[in-house]
Antibody, heavy 118, light 112 residues
């Protein structure tokens, strides 16, 4: 069974940093691109970042470019999102999502809540 | 970026009746490889989104046959042949032809 479990969410002050982790199981993690997608309160879904299966290629939404870094450790089956210079508008539930060339975004984690407030 | 526009934004349906959601893209989602990268997701209350339909009309594993997708180029439709109580939630279309992938605003389905 494919499972994606996020952790690391919490309350952080504006300008602060936070690192999210996503532990994957039930599939060959190193074979899949991975994504972070976020959902602000009572809002829709927004692409945040993606990383290729081997970790070499990354892409970021303009809204987070230069502040967030996506990375992965295939030996630990874990995806990361390092978030810096956090702003109130970054407050959201962050989902870890599996990419799949055949059926994109086929599995989602349960989400990690990030609250940015002073 | 590709802009995805859904209509309607909310829908109230009697159980057993059909429902239809439209999704329009600002540019064609048909790739040179012949595939069209349009997806549909359902976010049930309190849950993460779940994949319903990929590449316009292919149902994901375990998705009931009452869900169907159609369309081409820039215009797409999700249809539910007979709505059931468990279908409540917010439906999103998404384009995956180019990063950043973008979503429609969402359509909230309620049961009358």
């Amino acid at each position: 069974e494919v499972q994606l479990v996020e952790s690391g969410g919490g309350l952080v002050r504006p300008g602060g940093s936070l690192r999210l982790s996503c532990e994957a199981s039930g599939f060959t993690f190193s074979s899949y691109a991975m994504y972070w997608v976020r959902q602000a309160p009572v809002k829709g879904l927004e692409f945040v970042a993606t990383i290729s299966s081997n970790g070499i290629s990354t892409y970021y939404a303009n809204s987070v470019k230069g502040r967030f870094t996506i990375s992965r450790d295939n030996s630990k089956n874990t995806l990361y999102l390092q978030m810096g210079s956090l702003r109130p508008e970054d407050m959201a539930v962050y989902y870890c999502v599996r990419g799949n060339a055949a059926a994109e975004f086929d599995y989602w984690g349960q989400g990690a809540q990030v609250t940015v407030s002073s | 970026d590709f802009v995805m526009t859904q209509t309607p934004l909310s829908l109230s349906v009697t159980p057993g009746q059909p429902a239809s959601i439209s999704c329009k893209s600002s540019q064609s989602l048909r790739h040179n490889d012949g595939k069209t990268y349009l997806y549909w997701y359902l976010q049930k209350p309190g849950q993460s989104p779940q994949l319903l339909i990929y590449e316009i009309s292919s149902r994901f594993s375990g998705v009931p046959e009452r869900f169907s997708g159609s369309g081409s180029g820039t215009d797409f439709t999700l249809k539910i042949s007979r709505v059931e109580a468990e279908d409540v939630g917010i439906y999103y279309c998404m384009q995956a032809i180019d990063v950043p992938y973008t979503f429609g605003q969402g359509t909230k389905l309620e049961i009358k």
